[in-house]
């Protein structure tokens, strides 16, 4: 709970943009305060609120959050070792409260899944405790901001403060020369593919930059066998 | 500012909802064993990254719809500013949180400052 609540901060002051983001983006308050409780995936909440109002089809947006949210799979087969002990219902629930921050704490602090059953508690209670704190910061703060959104002043540009959280996370993937190279091409692909209708420019970046990561790694390993 | 409450969008949000469960529940589902086929384990490694940047470099670098044609945007700086504490922090203790906090200070003291 002590690790969490040390980055809670930073969660709260996003939770507290997306809450503004919302509002501002012309949504009404019932959704705001629907989105902001229920979703509990910030990432995916700022690329679905363009997509909302634009009037996108549901499928796309769906589809857009699915994407956005991929890196949540590869967590969760990362995760799946630590929880497969629980029933249905409870995975469901780790599953929905695990965040990036959860993910990167909670693997750091457990490198191993192998646990007797005492430790298994031990990695339920830090999840709960973990997970307490992230969703009371996030969902607090998000209903602060649809509350207040009327009082900040847009020029301030705090929606920024997301990107710059995304960045930070960003960074902390960062950690093979493949992967810089995977940002890389994906940010430069979004870009060049702007003009693709409903953020689908999202979905080729992610496919060229895994694509050519996978050409890379291989052709990197061809060589190494032959040197 | 706000708009009209419209089912379909609170439909959309649901199922949004039930996206964020799928995603991060995605392997927990079947309780059997299996794999993934050996491409697609090892694509998964680079795909996170991808998405993350796919989503916020059009936001750091363009102005709707069009890539940004000076270097006097308060947001250049900013992100130079706060991946630069992040790897000077090394992502040790609290170097998200420092990234956005960086970050934030630099792009609104040139924001509001400066007018960029």
């Not at chain 1, 207040?148 to 540009?157: E, M, Q, R, S, V």
């Amino acid at each position: 709970m002590r690790d969490s609540l040390s980055v809670a901060p930073g969660l709260a002051a996003w939770g507290l943009m997306m809450g503004v983001a919302m509002m501002k983006s012309g949504m009404s308050l019932t959704e705001s305060l629907l989105m902001g409780v229920m979703v509990f995936a910030g990432s995916s909440q700022l690329a679905a609120i363009p997509l909302l109002m634009a009037g996108a089809p549901m499928w796309v947006i769906l589809a857009t959050g699915m994407c956005v949210n991929l890196r949540f799979v590869v967590f969760s087969a990362h995760m799946r070792a630590y929880v497969m002990h629980l029933p249905l219902w409870e995975r469901l629930v780790t599953g929905y409260l695990t965040t990036d921050l959860t993910y990167v704490m909670f693997t750091k602090r457990f490198p191993s899944h192998e646990a007797d059953d005492a430790q298994r508690l031990g990695h339920q209670a830090y999840l709960a405790g973990n997970s307490i704190v992230n969703w009371t910061a996030w969902v607090g703060c998000s209903v602060l901001g649809v509350v207040l959104a009327n009082f900040i002043p847009t020029p301030w540009g705090l929606s920024f403060a997301g990107i710059l959280a995304l960045l930070g996370i960003l960074c902390s993937l960062a950690s093979s020369r493949l992967r810089v190279v995977s940002a890389g091409v994906a940010g430069a692909a979004a870009v060049a593919a702007f003009a693709l209708p409903f953020k689908l420019n999202v979905l080729v970046a992610i496919a060229a930059a895994v694509a050519l990561c996978l050409i890379l790694e291989e052709s990197g390993r061809v060589r190494q066998e032959a040197t | 500012m706000t708009g009209e409450t419209d089912l379909w969008t609170l439909i959309t949000i649901v199922a949004l909802t039930a996206v964020t469960v799928l995603t991060r529940s995605f392997f927990f589902l079947s309780s059997k064993p299996w794999r993934l086929p050996h491409w697609a384990q090892r694509g998964l490694q680079y795909a996170p990254i991808a998405a993350l940047s796919a989503v916020i470099v059009p936001e750091m670098v363009m102005t709707q719809g069009h890539l940004i044609t000076t270097w006097q945007d308060a947001r250049l700086f900013s992100v130079a500013a706060g991946a630069g504490w992040y790897f000077w922090r090394k992502g040790a203790g609290q170097a998200v949180l420092g990234t956005i906090v960086v970050g934030m200070v630099v792009y609104l003291t040139l924001h509001l400052g400066l007018g960029w």
